[in-house]
Structure formats: C-alpha cells, structure tokens
Nanobody, 128 residues
Framework: VQFVESGGGTVQAGGSLRLSCRTSGFTFSNYAIGWFRQAPGKEREGVSCISGGDGATDYAESVKGRFTISSDNAKNTVYLEMRSLKPDDTGVYFC??????????????????????WGKGIQVTVSS
C-alpha cells in the first residue's frame, strides 16, 4: 500500500490550497479514504472522508463550507480543496484509508473511524 501526498505549502489566511493523495496497493472502491490533520501539540483529528467508488462524503464541522473532498476513481486519487484558509488550519495533513464494512457480499461506507493505512503526511501552514 502506498500513498503519495502532494499540494501542501504555505499560504496566507483567506487563501486556498489543493491537496492530492494518490493511492495504490488496494482496491479503491472497497475503502473509505480520509484526510486528517495534526497541529503542533494537538492530537490528530479527522477533516474529511470519502467513500471510494460512490463518492459519499463526511466533513468535520470546522471545515464545512470551506473544504471539499473529491476523488478520481480511475486514478485512485483523492483530493482536498481547501478555501478560506485560517491559521487554525495549520498542521500536518495525512491521507488514510480504511476498509469499508462488508456485509452480504457488499461493502458499506460508514465514514473514517479506524484507519488501516496511513500516508506520511504533508505540511500546510496558514499565516495570519
């Protein structure tokens, strides 16, 4: 399993960034893929999650209306479009994947709660 995260950097408050997470080594449509972040001195927190294949999404309250998660199933890639960035959005952003629940021959999406695989993370810094 591999993740290639890109798109991080430094931006002024109010600016935008687009993160990408290119995945390989697992069946994309059987997994939920999420973005998480960790600020200095704080625990890692969930930002957004998307169901591989059907595109169902979830967002943390703190980013609703500002961040958009999307995926390109053909490229096994998940994107996080971040707008109206705030200094509180600063942190290391991680991509993670969790296998969906499997019942009766089908996979079901329940969000990102117990990540199986993690990327190395990418720095996002929002200056005031």
């Amino acid at each position: 399993v591999q993740f290639v995260e890109s798109g991080g950097g430094t931006v002024q408050a109010g600016g935008s960034l687009r993160l990408s997470c290119r995945t390989s080594g697992f069946t994309f449509s059987n997994y939920a893929i999420g973005w998480f972040r960790q600020a200095p001195g704080k625990e890692r927190e969930g930002v957004s999650c998307i169901s591989g294949g059907d595109g169902a999404t979830d967002y943390a309250e703190s980013v609703k209306g500002r961040f958009t998660i999307s995926s390109d199933n053909a490229k096994n890639t998940v994107y996080l479009e971040m707008r109206s960035l705030k200094p509180d959005d600063t942190g290391v952003y991680f991509c993670g994947a969790e296998i969906k629940a499997y019942h009766g021959g089908r996979y079901y999406y329940y969000g990102c709660h117990d990540i199986d695989y993690w990327g190395k993370g990418i720095q996002v810094t929002v200056s005031s």
